[in-house]
């Protein structure tokens, strides 16, 4: 336990750009989450919107790392990104994360995933977060149930089958 440093004060920094794009453009990483590896343009896209968050919303998402070696190994937070989705997501944050292939099995996830869903207890107006988790994506799935989060509905999203998980304060 107590392997990861996310620090719970503010978000990426332009430094963590090539981590980020690294991370993205894995095929194993983006399996479920898009279906394809991410081009620089859209990693780029994607630091901004973190940071865009962070300045208009106050919240977003953190950088993972290792703390015995300070290695980056993913990144996770919340989110308001007004989805396309039934049923919609209106003032209910969504949580997120991604780990490089070689943080995957270790745990990270789900100790980082609960200092997150901790902080936004202190944080959110809203008695809920949510996330969307591919049907296949089986240890995403595991990492949700164990930090509390239930299956609500299934749905789609960009005509791809999801799972939205609902967890309650």
């Known amino acids: 336990m107590h392997s990861i440093n996310a620090s719970l004060f503010g978000g990426h920094r332009l430094d963590d750009f090539q981590n980020c794009a690294s991370l993205w453009a894995d095929p194993i ?3 479920y989450i898009g279906g394809a590896p991410f081009s620089l343009e859209d990693s780029s896209a994607r630091l901004l919107r973190y940071a865009g968050h962070w300045s208009f919303l106050g919240f977003g998402y953190w950088v993972a790392e290792e703390k015995a070696t300070s ?3 993913g990144e996770l937070g919340f989110a308001d990104y007004k989805r396309d989705l039934e049923p919609r997501l209106d003032d209910i944050p969504e ?3 991604a780990f490089a292939s070689c943080a995957h099995g270790k745990g990270y996830a789900t100790e980082a995933l609960q200092a997150i869903v901790s902080w936004g207890e202190g944080q959110f107006m809203s008695s809920q977060t949510a996330c969307l988790i591919h049907p296949d ?3 995403s799935i595991r990492v949700a149930e164990k930090c509390g989060y239930r ?3 299934r749905t789609s999203y960009k005509g791809k089958p999801t799972i939205l998980f609902i967890r309650n304060k």
């Open 29 to 31: 990483v983006t399996r």
């Open 71 to 73: 290695a980056f190994v």
């Open 95 to 97: 949580a997120g994360w």
């Open 137 to 139: 994506n089986a240890p």
């Open 151 to 153: 299956e609500r509905f």
